[in-house]
């Protein structure tokens, strides 16, 4: 299913046909993707949908095979390094240094997203006071539980104050308190006009989106507010449509 057409200058994501094979295997099939601004956005399907792989042809960290597309109106096939300037991304795996303080850890971010030297020391303290993690700086990273350690990745994700932030599972192994905790940080990022890109394999954390898409097989199966894809499929829940969709899924 398509998603309705929105003026190009109310998109902070717009894909046509987006398609990345791996020799006969297509894992993103043709997809067409609108993402408003300031919205957020779900980006949802079982194991192997192509979820992380659309999402990393979005950042700019590979190349499509066919298909196009643009992120904060650049082109990411041919702009890829002005698209990583103005995006966040946390992997679904903790990247940093584990080693290293927080405050190391952010000062490290912020010489990889170039951040002016004159703005660091505010920038970085701003990341901090939003995530929580002020009153930790100077813990060693490892020694600290992994919802911390996510708080950090976040704080290290938006110092640059992104205007778009690609989250891929960003609460996986992370205890239900600490899942609504980080949620009400991504709440908090969208409301200063963040663009939020996140997947996620907890469909009631995708009750908090604004809009979700649901990918099948590499292609878009339906797109909408969770309201509206509950009332389309007759569910209760999303994770009544996602079993609903995932039914019709052909890959093993």
Avoid at 47 to 71: D, H, I, Q, W, Y
Avoid at 128 to 142: F, N, S, V
Avoid at 176 to 192: G, M, Q, T, Y
Wanted: glycine residues 8%.
């Amino acid at each position: 299913m398509k998603t309705p057409e929105a003026n190009s200058s109310d998109l902070s994501i717009r894909t046509r046909a987006l398609t990345r094979r791996f020799g006969t295997f297509t894992a993103v099939d043709g997809i067409d993707i609108e993402v408003r601004r300031g919205e957020i956005y779900g980006f949802l399907g079982a194991n192997g949908a192509g979820k992380t792989t659309a999402m990393r042809m979005l950042c700019g960290l590979l190349e499509p095979t066919s298909g196009e597309g643009e992120v904060a109106g650049f082109d990411i096939l041919r702009e890829t390094s002005r698209i990583r300037t103005r995006i966040g991304y946390m992997s679904q795996k903790f990247s940093l240094y584990p080693d290293l303080t927080l405050r190391e850890n952010l000062g490290l971010s912020a010489e990889l997203y170039d951040i002016p030297r004159r703005q660091v020391a505010e920038r970085l303290r701003d990341a901090a006071h939003r995530t929580g993690i002020e009153p930790l700086l100077d813990r060693r990273t490892g020694d600290l539980p992994w919802g911390w350690q996510q708080r950090l990745s976040l704080a290290c994700a938006t110092a640059h104050h992104p205007s778009i932030l690609f989250l891929d599972e960003p609460t996986g192994s992370v205890d239900p308190l600490s899942r609504r905790e980080f949620w009400d940080l991504i709440r908090s990022e969208a409301s200063r006009g963040t663009t939020i890109f996140v997947t996620t394999h907890y469909m009631d954390e995708a009750e908090y989106c604004d809009r979700v898409c649901f990918l099948v097989d590499g292609r878009v199966a339906d797109v909408g507010t969770p309201g509206e894809l509950k009332r389309r499929h007759a569910a209760q829940t999303l994770q009544q449509v996602f079993l609903d969709l995932a039914r019709k899924a052909r890959r093993s």
